[in-house]
């Protein structure tokens, strides 16, 4: 919603909510392909798995490494479970983590970074040094550590992810809080007679949450890519969880043995996944950041 | 026993401290005072510190030592309420409305804030009073529920003097209102401004590089140079008689609006000097024309010449003054150097 609002307000257009997203898409071409192939994934995901007459869960022993066919599309994988509604399902899961890691980074990370980048001082000095910190542990060794320690379980990977994550916005939104503390309008808003909490909410956090938006759908491409890959390590979601990271790992072991199917499907879809993800941040970019805007939308 | 000035400030002084760690400093020793329904420009190059000291007198920055009077109360020693109190009597319009003004906000709400914040009235009030306002800002009704980026220049920055009018303050500091605007929309502004500020029986501080606009509104005006004052004056003094070497200097870089005239310019060398490491002397002493070795040991004091309410910060000051001004001199036959 707010990101049709701030298109509405950049492009002065207005209307009903297909125009809207019309308008959208007609700011971005990457923008479109990658909300299509996020919304086709959803829905699958959200379909396909009811309509297939296998079990996501059920294993089925005399089914076991069923090469792929009319019967079973991508193949069955070592406990015999149809791989093609696995594959589907687990998207499931992609998204069960990567909306609610974004949620919550962004609840943590950009009040940090507006009080940090409005107030400065001690509060900044503090906040800045522990994401620095954060920052120079590559986020994925990090994430496996704490998992670990804490106990794999759907939530401990978002509240972990969520929080590693709210550093990245903590620091976006800091520096465009201190890019609008020097221009007007928070001068405008103190003379006016606003508290510091309206400044900060009112008037500068509706001016950086576009930056806020671009960066949602690449930190969900990040949280996906992550969460898959404690599972690959075994510290995620566990057996037979239709997790895609998981599935890659179960079936990568076979790859050489020529039971392909197994790992490759669910490693497309993530593939397929992040780049929807990514393709959508980067488009979203390049709509919302006039600097970044190639041509006239 | 009249009111208490609309603003006093006494040795002012404010000191940033520089990326480097050094001082810089901004503002010294400035002592200025806007009597009730008074208009005193403030002139001066970019860097003499003349929007350090608009901020200072909102409070929008804190200053290092002095005190700021408005209306009769302190306000470094105001606690947050009174301070929100007073801001509805003490308004500044900003030089740059594209970047003072939210542009997520409707004109409406931009201009009704201040109201809204001060808790005076209720919303249909406000409304009709943010009508009012705009229409003798000579902006239509409609423009209320237009954003920021939809409206020029000069509508822009009559929406800024109406969101700072909209609390009828009786201080309205004005920070080089007219110069991010086109010539065109200058002068409209400029009269709308004189017009309020008889109407509403206003006190403003006008600040501005160009002493000519200052001419159309100002009764005084003080000359700014480094963040001290050079000359004060009341204007039609300020023109006829300036005392000092850096007045005759600004004076003689405004336009005429005479073709014909063609006058001696004292073009200034050089830029005005890093506020890091002042001088001994008198700031300006490195770029003056008249200045002697004197210059260079002791800082002049603001004395007073030919009346009081006339005072200059230069030893030479009566020499200076005798040296009849370039403009008042300037022949039409007189060739360009």
Redesign the interface.
């Known amino acids: 919603m707010a990101v049709t609002d701030s298109l509405v307000l950049s492009h002065g257009a207005s209307g009903s909510l297909v125009g809207r997203v019309a308008a959208l898409a007609n700011c971005s071409r990457i923008a479109t392909v990658g909300g299509a192939i996020l919304a086709l994934i959803a829905a699958t995901s959200l379909i396909l798995p009811h309509l297939s007459p296998y079990d996501a869960f059920a294993p089925a022993p005399t089914e076991v490494f069923q090469p792929p066919s009319a019967a079973h599309w991508f193949g069955t994988d070592i406990n015999g479970m149809d791989v093609f509604t696995r594959v589907f399902y687990g998207a499931r899961y992609s998204f069960l983590v990567a909306i609610p890691t974004v949620l919550l980074a962004m609840l943590l990370g950009a009040p940090a970074g507006l009080y940090a980048g409005y107030r400065g001082g001690l509060v900044d000095e503090v906040l800045m040094r522990l994401t620095d910190t954060l920052r120079i542990f590559p986020g994925i060794i990090l994430a496996l550590a704490i998992v670990a320690a804490l106990g794999p379980s759907l939530l401990n990977i978002i509240l972990t992810l969520g929080i590693l994550d709210a550093a990245i916005f903590a620091r976006l939104v800091r520096a465009e809080t201190i890019a609008l503390r020097k221009g007007g309008i928070v001068e405008s808003a103190i003379a006016a007679g606003n508290p510091a909490w309206r400044v900060m909410w009112v008037h500068v956090f509706p001016n950086v949450q576009q930056g806020l938006i671009a960066q949602t759908s690449v930190r969900a491409a990040w949280a996906v890519r992550v969460s898959a890959t404690l599972a690959f390590f075994g510290i995620g979601v566990q057996p037979p969880t239709p997790e895609w990271g998981l599935m890659i790992r179960q079936g990568g072991e076979y790859m050489l043995s020529g039971q392909w199917w197994a790992g490759l499907f669910p490693g497309l879809a993530l593939l397929l996944m992040v780049l929807g993800l990514n393709f959508l941040g980067d488009g979203l970019q390049d709509i919302l950041d006039p600097r970044r805007r190639s041509r006239e939308g | 026993m009249s009111a208490a000035p609309a603003l006093d400030v006494s040795a002012l002084r404010v000191h940033f401290r520089g990326a480097d760690g050094r001082r810089i400093h901004a503002v010294n020793e400035v002592d200025l005072t806007v009597a009730p329904g008074e208009a005193v420009g403030l002139v001066g190059e970019s860097g003499s510190g003349k929007s350090t000291i608009a901020?200072a007198v909102?409070r929008?920055i804190e200053p290092t030592a002095g005190r700021i009077a408005v209306l009769g109360q302190d306000v470094a020693k105001l606690d947050?309420r009174a301070l929100?109190a007073l801001?509805?009597r003490m308004?500044?319009v900003?030089q740059?409305p594209w970047?003072?003004?939210?542009?997520?906000m409707t004109v409406g709400t931009l201009v009704a804030?201040?109201l809204r914040?001060?808790g005076a009235a209720n919303r249909a009030d406000r409304q009709a009073r943010v009508v009012r306002l705009l229409a003798r800002m000579g902006l239509s009704a409609g423009v209320v529920d237009r954003?920021p980026?939809?409206l020029s220049g000069g509508q822009l920055q009559r929406i800024g003097i109406a969101?700072a009018l909209v609390?009828e303050p009786a201080l309205l500091v004005l920070d080089e209102p007219t110069s991010s605007l086109d010539l065109s929309v200058r002068a409209g502004i400029l009269t709308l401004l004189a017009e309020l500020r008889c109407e509403m029986g206003l006190a403003m501080l006008f600040i501005t590089h160009d002493l000519g606009t200052l001419r159309l509104i100002a009764d005084r005006i003080m000359v700014l140079y480094l963040g001290q004052v050079m000359e004060t004056a009341p204007t039609e003094r300020l023109f006829a008689a300036p005392a000092h070497p850096y007045t005759q200097a600004l004076l003689s870089a405004t336009l005429s609006a005479d073709p014909m005239i063609r006058r001696r310019r004292d073009g200034l060398a050089g830029e005005i000097p890093s506020p890091v490491d002042l001088p001994p002397g008198c700031p300006f002493a490195g770029r003056c024309p008249l200045a002697v070795a004197a210059c260079e040991t002791a800082r002049p004091a603001l004395a007073p010449i030919g009346g009081d309410s006339h005072r200059a910060a230069c030893i030479r000051a009566a020499e200076v003054q005798r040296r009849l001004p370039n403009h008042a001199r300037c022949l039409s036959g007189e060739k360009r150097r």
Do not use: G, K, M, V
């Open positions: 901020r909102l929008l947050a929100q801001r509805a308004q500044i900003f740059d970047s003072s003004l939210n542009p997520r804030e201040p914040l001060l954003y980026a939809q969101r609390t």
